[in-house]
């Protein structure tokens, strides 16, 4: 199984900001045959179900503020909130799905400093 | 409008069984593989099954196979998970997303709670 490691476990940021959250994966998530990473962040509020924000890595979901950024290859990943927002308290996960079981990070809680 | 409505949820004894529902409406759900994710209380995601658009594959994850049971019924736009020989350790808010490419979609979950 590929395991998903994030860091840090939490982290504060001033209003206006950039936050920076890593994924590691143990294992490479880049397809050869396509050249994509399998690789999915996702924003969970309290009492919500979380909600996809970016996939294959660095593509940004329908409606998704643009302040938000995914980069990285391989194993190696970052999901960038390039000047933080209030609404953006939450915690983030990532998600590979280039094999099954499907495993998520273990979560980043993001809070205003 | 997609919408992803969980049922089936509750209360249960250790060793019990549930069924639950996710009715899917606003896309073409034969044509999308979908899965059960679950959260325990103050804790992470973890996945817990998939299903391929025809039901030709299917996943489990270590710690329910043999016990849960994920089908489909693309008629009725309805996905299922059936729980046997439920624990403790199956309480949490149990969610259906849509996948593959991440999971797009995600329902608003329904409580399992397992406890004597």
């Known amino acids: 199984d590929i395991v998903m490691t994030q860091s840090p476990d939490s982290l504060a940021v001033s209003l206006g900001e950039r936050a920076t959250i890593n994924c590691k994966s143990s294992?490479?998530?880049?397809?050869?045959?396509?050249?994509?990473?399998?690789l999915a962040w996702y924003q969970q509020k309290p009492g919500q179900p979380p909600k996809l924000l970016i996939y294959w890595a660095s593509t940004r979901e329908s409606g998704v503020p643009d302040r938000f950024s995914g980069s990285g290859s391989g194993t190696d990943f970052t999901l960038t909130i390039s000047s933080l927002q209030a609404e953006d308290v939450a915690v983030y996960y990532c998600q590979q799905y280039y094999s099954t079981p499907p495993g998520f990070g273990q979560g980043t809680r993001l809070e205003i400093k | 409008e997609v919408q992803l409505v969980e049922s089936g949820g509750g209360l249960v004894k250790p060793g019990g069984s549930l069924r639950l529902s996710c009715a899917a409406s606003?896309?073409?759900?034969?044509?999308?593989?979908m899965n059960w994710v679950r959260q325990a209380p103050g804790k992470g995601l973890e996945w817990v099954s998939s299903?391929?658009?025809?039901?030709?594959?299917?996943y489990y994850a270590d710690s329910v196979k043999g016990r849960f049971t994920i089908s489909r019924d693309n008629a009725k736009n309805s996905l299922y998970l059936q729980m046997n020989s439920l624990r403790a350790e199956d309480t949490a808010v149990y969610y259906c997303?849509?996948?593959?490419?991440?999971?797009?979609?995600w329902g608003q979950g329904t409580l399992v709670t397992v406890s004597s």
């Open positions: 299903i391929s658009s025809s039901s030709s594959y299917i």
């Open positions: 997303a849509r996948g593959p490419v991440g999971f797009d979609y």
């Open positions: 606003g896309f073409t759900f034969s044509s999308y593989s």
């Open positions: 294992q490479s998530v880049l397809y050869s045959s396509n050249n994509k990473n399998y």
